[in-house]
């Protein structure tokens, strides 16, 4: 079955870096895309950055040009570094298969892995 687990959350200082892992099984990884988003504390989902099967990827207004989406395909691994960290990136971090509009539906929908904190505080 289709799994996906995130890992590299943590807490970290404001202007600090992370890097986000999502291992992932079950389906052909190669030809998939695949999305990172987040949820805040007392917020709705948040799409992050996606990135497609053939490397083409894009981000959010909010977070471009400090984070990048990435993918190794031989591993089967989909990747988000972080860097200039906010507190308003605190949140929960999660991966989904599938390009952003799989935030829209929600995480009843779709796959999803069960999500990493981050925690960015001075």
């Known amino acids: 079955q289709v799994q996906l687990v995130e890992s590299g959350g943590g807490s970290v200082q404001p202007g600090g870096s992370l890097r986000l892992s999502c291992a992932t099984s079950?389906?052909?990884?190669?030809?998939?895309?695949l999305t990172w988003a987040r949820q805040a504390p007392g917020k709705g989902l948040e799409w992050v950055a996606e990135?497609?099967?053939?490397?083409?990827?894009s981000h959010a207004d909010s977070v471009r040009g400090r984070f990048t989406i990435s993918r190794d395909n031989a591993k089967k691994m989909v990747y988000l570094q972080m860097n200039n960290l906010k507190p308003e990136g605190t949140a929960v971090y999660y991966c989904?298969?599938?390009?952003?509009?799989?935030?829209?539906?929600?995480?009843?929908?779709?796959?999803w892995g069960q999500g990493t904190q981050v925690t960015v505080s001075s």
């Open positions: 990135i497609h099967s053939d490397g083409i990827t």
């Open positions: 989904a298969l599938g390009l952003r509009v799989v935030v829209g539906r929600g995480r009843l929908s779709g796959y």
């Open positions: 079950g389906f052909t990884f190669s030809t998939a895309a």
